[in-house]
C-alpha cells in the first residue's frame, strides 16, 4: 500500500527549481526571470537555514548564470523544454519512491523536448526507486495534507485532453493506487485564463491538515464566483477554509491574467508568495504569516516569471526526508 506524500510543510531534504533556460522562449524576459528565480532560491535557501536548492538548467550557458546568481545552489544539468517542474520532476512518496506520471503539455499546448522525459531522470540522478505511472497528471492539479486527502479541480483532471478513457471513478483509483489518495475532493473550475485547465495550486492550498487557503474574493475580481463555489465544496467537505486576500483584478499587456497568491512555496524555513503590484500584497503576506508562525513569509514580484505562465509554486518540486 502506498504511503501518501508528505505534506509541503513536512521537512525538506532539498527542492528542484527550474532556471529560465531558453532564449526563444523567454526572449527579453529571460535574464530578469532568471534573476526572479535566483531571489526565490535565495529566499528558499535562507542562509543554509532552510534546504538544499537543486537549480535545473538545461544548457552550459543558464548554468553558468546559476552558478553566479545563486553560488549557494547545486547546479543539476538536465535538458528540459521549460521550467515548470511541479507538472514535470517527479513525485515522492511517504516511503520515499519516486512517481512519475505521463505528461502531454497541459492537454497538447505546449509540446517541448524533454519534458516528458525529465521526471525519472531527475529521479534517476538522485538514485530513487521509481515507478512509472502510465496516465497523465501534473503535480500543480492536485494538494494533499499527508493524510490521504487530496484536491484538486474537475476542470483539469477530467479534461478529455488529459486521460480520454479515464472517469471520474477510474482517476480516483489511480490516485489511491499510485499517490495512497484515501478521499479526493473535488473543486469545480480553476482560476479563469489559466492554461492549465485550472491546475488547483493557483485556487486552494492545504495549509495544515484538514484546512485548506483559499482566496477571498477582491472588489471586481474576475474570479468570485469560482471561489465562491470552491468555499462552499471544502466547507461541505467538512474543511476548515483559511481565507486569504485575493489581488483581484490583474491586468498584463491589456489582459487579465489568473493571478493567485495560492502559487506559494512552503519551505523548511521560509514560504515565498508571489507578489503583483495589487493592493492586496502586503495583507496576503500578513494572512499566510499567520498560518505559518515557525517561517519566515515573504513576498517577491514574479512579473517575468509570469510571463511563462505560472510562478514560484509552478517552478520546484520539494524532496521530502
Known amino acids: 500500500?502506498?504511503?501518501?506524500?508528505?505534506?509541503?510543510?513536512?521537512?525538506?531534504?532539498a527542492v528542484w527549481i527550474g532556471f529560465p533556460?531558453?532564449?526563444?522562449?523567454?526572449?527579453?524576459?529571460?535574464?530578469?526571470?532568471?534573476?526572479?528565480?535566483?531571489?526565490?532560491?535565495?529566499?528558499?535557501?535562507?542562509d543554509g537555514r532552510g534546504e538544499q536548492v537543486i537549480l535545473v538548467c538545461a544548457d552550459d550557458e543558464a548554468a553558468a548564470t546559476a552558478r553566479t546568481l545563486a553560488p549557494f545552489?547545486?547546479?543539476?544539468?538536465?535538458?528540459?523544454?521549460?521550467?515548470?517542474?511541479r507538472d514535470t520532476a517527479p513525485i515522492l512518496t511517504g516511503d520515499g519512491d519516486a512517481r512519475d506520471f505521463g505528461f502531454n503539455g497541459w492537454g497538447g499546448k505546449y509540446d517541448l523536448p524533454g519534458d516528458d522525459t525529465i521526471g525519472a531522470r531527475l529521479a534517476g540522478a538522485r538514485g530513487l526507486a521509481l515507478r512509472t505511472c502510465e496516465w497523465v497528471l501534473e503535480g500543480g492539479a492536485i494538494d494533499g495534507d499527508g493524510t490521504g486527502t487530496i484536491v484538486t479541480t474537475e476542470q483539469c483532471l477530467l479534461n478529455p485532453n488529459r486521460n480520454p478513457t479515464l472517469d471520474r471513478a477510474a482517476i480516483e483509483a489511480r490516485l489511491a493506487s499510485d499517490l495512497g489518495a484515501t478521499?479526493?475532493?473535488?473543486?469545480?473550475?480553476?482560476?479563469?485564463?489559466?492554461?492549465?485547465?485550472?491546475?488547483?495550486?493557483?485556487?486552494a492550498r492545504f495549509v495544515?491538515?484538514?484546512?485548506?487557503?483559499?482566496?477571498?474574493?477582491?472588489?471586481?475580481?474576475?474570479?468570485?464566483?469560482?471561489?465562491?463555489?470552491?468555499?462552499?465544496?471544502?466547507a461541505d467537505a467538512g474543511l476548515t477554509v483559511a481565507p486569504i486576500p485575493s489581488p483581484g483584478r490583474v491586468v498584463r499587456d491589456d489582459e487579465v491574467i489568473p493571478a493567485s497568491y495560492?502559487?506559494?512555496?512552503?519551505?523548511?524555513?521560509?514560504?515565498?508568495?508571489?507578489?503583483?503590484?495589487?493592493?492586496?500584497?502586503?495583507?496576503?503576506?500578513?494572512?499566510?504569516?499567520a498560518l505559518f508562525p515557525d517561517r519566515t513569509v515573504t513576498g517577491f514580484r514574479a512579473d517575468h516569471i509570469l510571463t511563462g505562465g505560472g510562478s514560484f509554486h509552478c517552478i520546484s518540486q520539494q524532496i521530502p526526508v
Open 1 to 13: 500500500m502506498t504511503t501518501p506524500p508528505p505534506p509541503e510543510w513536512a521537512p525538506h531534504a
Open 183 to 203: 478521499r479526493i475532493v473535488w473543486l469545480g473550475d480553476g482560476l479563469l485564463g489559466d492554461h492549465t485547465d485550472g491546475h488547483v495550486d493557483n485556487l
Open 73 to 85: 545552489a547545486t547546479v543539476e544539468m538536465q535538458a528540459f523544454g521549460d521550467i515548470w517542474l
Open 21 to 46: 533556460s531558453h532564449a526563444d522562449l523567454w526572449r527579453e524576459d529571460l535574464a530578469p526571470a532568471q534573476e526572479e528565480v535566483a531571489a526565490f532560491a535565495r529566499a528558499v535557501h535562507a
Open 262 to 289: 495560492m502559487n506559494f512555496y512552503i519551505g523548511n524555513a521560509a514560504v515565498v508568495v508571489p507578489l503583483y503590484g495589487a493592493p492586496n500584497d502586503d495583507a496576503a503576506v500578513v494572512a499566510v504569516q
Open 208 to 234: 495544515a491538515p484538514g484546512t485548506v487557503a483559499l482566496p477571498e474574493p477582491a472588489e471586481d475580481d474576475p474570479n468570485a464566483a469560482i471561489y465562491a463555489d470552491a468555499a462552499r465544496i471544502l
